[in-house]
């Protein structure tokens, strides 16, 4: 027999053979103790009855599998008192009665199945070399105790945080219980009910502090299971709270938001509005023209490439022409221009004879021939886009109204012609209008904003694009200044959250006392639950404990559990859970 230094093996048996193929390493080991104990009585014995052979899997090595053979006896119990006639040697540091794997094979199987759940785990363990299939590590969390968890509700927790978590968002919920001092879970509980919830905290009598949501369900389990406990409610709920209140105190408001709203967007139509405007509403130039003005300016769209490129096309011809015509004027004859800018003969002559740069702007963007009806507006339009008017149903309605009786489509196709001519033009024009209106932001929005706004201005917020606009935050100030309950309620939302954030206990009486003096039925609301859950908002801004990382250990929860695609049942999420 050997027993090499490299592979150590438990006391109770001697290596007798190593054999090794391509995948597998085959260990032979035979029991080597003189006397063995009776599973039943202890009873030490030496006799003998038979030997037999057990194949054990066990941890790889060097990237092959391991199989042990061992070579195991039976005894007779010489016990006469013992109902146990004839036994098995046991090897409770090598294995289980019954198993086919180690207990160290076992061990990191079921820390694998802890870890990765079944499908995953198998296939990590596949790939360590350790054979099992997804039901057998699912098994395997079955037959063990809880982990970590187990053990910290034996060390009988002082600080608590309790929250729900969700089997099914809306239908079903659960319960999570956490040590917020040794920061981790202590139990999941199945529903979400004072009662288990109340049963739970009875059975851990040591609890001193209970954080929680600000439901009802858990104040009133605190109260029964643990009366001796101090609560507090969580300070990210109380806020929570505190910014749905003024979410619905600017809902209520909102038509006086959408009121400021209209005045800047009357504002902004008036910095735009020509400075020829007279007291009649026309506009009149020189011609004796006389155009209406309108308040507010239509966005204008930027060119499109199509019009980029017919613009371009332009410019190149009108270059083409100025050098026929500067060749011309130089005594240059048509045949040697047409060579030497490599112009047909016909083009050269038809330039020339033009007298000006012939544009091709007498056929519409599709070839089609404008309308002869439209020459009498031309001037008329001209003036409005001059103005910066793009919009072609706001010029067709202008000159069907000076006699036009053409189609939109006409107006269209001139615009788009002055369009592809000039897109500096509408470049400029997108730039210096004035949007038709102020666009308003929602009532949530505009909550956070107010009570925020420094957060509001952040660059985290910036990068987002949840950072308010300029002309949101003065639509803000206006509305802040029109209407007396969002000024009100901003101002002591503020003051109540610097209260928490500064931990200033001492101030909570004073506030919800001036509070209530405002007279804004949202806010007298939220005083009111404040004061039913007095002692436990008094917690909240006294003690730093908060249910922050309860919410965390929900997230983590979540996580595993849609690594089992959600049909893990309660007891396998809890193991998962509770594991570290
Ligand atoms: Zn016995």
Redesign the pocket.
Known sequence: MLTPPSLPCPDSVAIHRLAASDTHFVIELTACRGEVP??????L?HRLHSRYCRTLADLPLQDKAVSLVLHSRKFF?T?GA???RV?TERFPDLVAPYARRTLSLHQALHFIGLALGGRAGAALARALKMHASRDTLLRSLQGFATGRGSSASRDAPRVVGIDDWAFRKGQRYGTILCDLERHCVIDLLADRSSQSAARWFRDHPTIEIISRDRSGIYAQAARQGAPQALQIADRWHLLKNLGEMLQRVVERNYQHLRQAARDQAKKNAARQTDEAQTEDGFCRFNSGLAVPVITTTPVARGPTRAQEKSHCQRERRQTRYQAVVELHQQGVGKRAIARTLGLSRMTVRRYLRAGEFPEIASRGAKGRELPKQIDAHREYLSVRWEQGIRSGTVLWNEIRARGFTGSLTAVYRLLRLWRAQDPAAVKNSVAGAAPRCVSIPSPRQVSWWLLYPEKAQSQAYRREGVQPTRQAKALIETFQEVSHPVRAVTSRGREFIEMMANRQADCLDRWLEEATHENVPELTHFVKSLRQDYSAVHGALHFEWSNGQVEGQVNRLKMIKRQMYGRAGFVLLRKRVLAD
């Open positions: 009776c599973p039943d009585c202890a009873h014995t119990c016990n013992c109902k146990t036994f």
